[in-house]
């Protein structure tokens, strides 16, 4: 497949005129010819300067930018702001915190060319630079025994692929067949994914086409964040029970048995070292694993407050929401909304 085809990369922005300039580096940084791209910036409100920001890299960069801004509406309808005003025959989604690898756009085309993809998506990570918090935070979000054999990670995935759009693509007939994206606040690209899967689009996972994922800075902003995660799948249920599978509920299941076994360990007057093998010593040995993968010994003990941070949040919020909508029958919930980057 020729590189002469249109690219537009959209990436919605709220507030982050911090990391955007790590963006517009890794788009120059690209190993492929940048004539026939166009970032789109698709402001959602800000007013920390982003404007300013964008224009002044315009200056600096051989590639196109284009910014654009609406009232505060949230990122799906920042992202179908960019979509109207894209004019790529292949439309590429990153976040706004996010860097793309220097051949993020290299893999995806060569995908393309054999492929003919409707869709695609690739797997986030790392770089050296990150904090030891956000570097702990990517292992818990990339492990197979955490959460990276459903979000993309691996080709031997646990459950279905939905690409997300911290690093996706869609060709232009594809957003043309199903438009843009939901109104919901969390979980609108999985939605948008399930949406191309019922058209029988071909989905690519391309392991190669690597973004770098900043993430959150502060374990609170990790909770909500995982949080609203949890309510998002259930909401996704009552969308459509196919975006509901098992591997959904473990979270949720593994709160609730950590309880159960609590309560029958002090019925049986069992000791704190019991509980401690029980409980700790499967947590210690998952966080060394985590740290030895990555060769960052020094995210050790962030991995054992992270890791049951994750599990923990996503349950509660995944628990709380299944009983407000499947058992009371009640109206979307969203989880945490006033100040959710705080």
């Known amino acids: 497949m020729s590189l002469n085809l249109k690219i537009s990369i959209i990436t919605p922005t709220f507030n982050r005129s911090d990391e955007l300039g790590f963006l517009f580096q890794s788009i120059e940084k690209q190993n492929t010819n940048l004539n026939n791209i166009e970032l789109i910036i698709s402001d959602d409100g800000s007013v920390d300067g982003t404007e300013e920001l964008v224009n002044s890299w315009k200056k600096k960069v051989t590639y196109k930018i284009k910014y654009i801004t609406q009232k505060n509406k949230g990122p799906g309808a920042a992202r179908n702001h960019g979509l109207e005003n894209s004019k790529g025959d292949l439309i590429f989604f990153i976040d706004s ?63 279905r ?86 591997v959904h509920f473990l979270p949720t299941l593994s709160i609730i048995l950590s309880i159960l076994l609590l309560t029958i360990l002090k019925l049986l007057n069992l000791s704190v070292i019991n509980i401690f093998f029980i409980f700790i010593i499967p947590l210690i040995f998952l966080s060394f694993l985590g740290a030895y993968s990555k060769k960052e010994f020094r995210i050790f003990p962030f991995l054992i407050i992270i890791i049951p941070t994750q599990i923990f949040g996503y349950g509660l919020g995944f628990l709380q929401a299944f009983i407000r909508r499947f058992i009371f029958n009640q109206k979307e919930m969203i989880g945490f909304n006033k100040n959710y980057y705080k």
């Open 97 to 159: 915190d996010c860097e793309a690898h220097p051949d993020w756009i290299k893999y995806i085309l060569a995908d393309f060319k054999i492929n003919k993809f409707g869709a695609c998506g690739g797997p986030d990570g790392a770089k050296d630079d990150f904090t030891y918090l956000q570097k702990a935070i990517d292992y818990s979000m990339t492990s197979m025994f955490t959460t990276g054999g459903i979000r993309g990670h691996s080709e031997k995935m646990i459950s």
């Open 161 to 246: 692929f939905f690409p997300r759009t911290h690093n996706m693509g869609i060709t232009r007939q594809v957003y043309e067949e199903i438009g843009g994206f939901g109104d919901l606040r969390h979980g609108q690209d999985i939605e948008f994914s399930n949406r191309i899967r019922k058209t029988g689009a071909r989905i690519s996972f391309i392991k190669k086409a690597l973004v770098f994922h900043r993430r959150r800075t502060t374990l609170k902003q990790f909770f909500k964040q995982v949080f609203n995660w949890g309510v998002a799948r259930v909401n996704l249920g009552k969308i459509d029970s196919g975006m509901l599978e098992f």
